[in-house]
Nanobody, 114 residues
């Protein structure tokens, strides 16, 4: 059974940083492109970053230059380093494949506020 477990969220002031982690189990992690999504209150879930099996990355314009996605296939983990955080980054963050092939995890809440 596939399980995605996100962690690392929290409350941070504008301009601050957080590093999110997502551990995947029940899959051969290395063969999947992975992505980070977020869902803000009252908004649709959106894909903000993705990383291919080969390490190529793509970012949404809203996070480009501030967020960095990476992966560790040995640890079945995908990371999202978030710098220069803004209040509009407040959301629940989830990982999944970019094509949403697996059941969503519980997500991790990121709140950017002074």
């Amino acid at each position: 059974q596939v399980q995605l477990v996100e962690s690392g969220g929290g409350l941070v002031q504008p301009g601050g940083s957080l590093r999110l982690s997502c551990v995947a189990s029940g899959i051969i992690f290395s063969i999947y492109d992975m992505g980070w999504f977020r869902q803000a209150p009252g908004k649709q879930r959106e894909l903000v970053a993705r990383i291919s099996t080969g390490g190529s990355t793509i970012y949404a314009d809203s996070v480009k230059g501030r967020f960095t996605i990476s992966r560790d296939n040995a640890e079945n983990t995908v990371y999202l380093q978030m710098n220069s955080l803004k209040p509009e980054d407040t959301a629940v963050y989830y990982c999944n494949t970019p094509y949403v092939q697996f059941t969503w995890g519980q997500g991790t809440q990121v709140t950017v506020s002074s």
